[in-house]
């Protein structure tokens, strides 16, 4: 069984920054690729980064483009996104998951494995 806990969230001023981690279980953590969505009161979850396994890819969402960036250290099972220049939308819950298919990086059914989401609040 595949676990994944998210940790780093909480409450921020508008221009701040913040950094999620996601820990993994199990040792076949390096071998699949990650992304972070995240969900908003009454909105569907929304694709925000995603890193392929070695790390050596990195893809956006338009919207936290030059602002978020995605990283992971294999020997310690942990993808991290680092969060700057925070707004008030960016306020959600954020969720990491594992890639578990061969579908877009960008579509939350290509992944097969959720953690349990970690509250980040812009206030503005």
């Known amino acids: 069984q595949v676990q994944l806990v998210e940790s780093g969230g909480g409450l921020v001023q508008a221009g701040g920054s913040l950094r999620l981690s996601c820990v993994g279980s199990?040792?076949?953590?390096?071998?699949?690729?990650m992304g972070w969505f995240r969900q908003a009161p009454g909105k569907e979850r929304e694709f925000v980064a995603a890193?392929?396994?070695?790390?050596?890819?990195?893809y956006y969402a338009d919207s936290v483009k030059g602002r978020f960036t995605i990283s992971r250290d294999n020997a310690k099972n942990t993808v991290y996104l680092q969060m700057s220049s925070l707004k008030p939308e960016d306020t959600a819950v954020y969720y990491c998951?594992?890639?578990?298919?061969?579908?877009?990086?960008?579509?939350?059914?290509?992944?097969?494995?959720w953690g349990q989401g970690t509250q980040v609040t812009v206030s503005s």
């Open positions: 890193i392929s396994w070695s790390g050596g890819r990195t």
């Open positions: 998951g594992r890639q578990g298919s061969t579908g877009p990086m960008t579509g939350v059914p290509s992944y097969d494995y």
């Open positions: 199990g040792r076949t953590f390096s071998s699949y690729a």
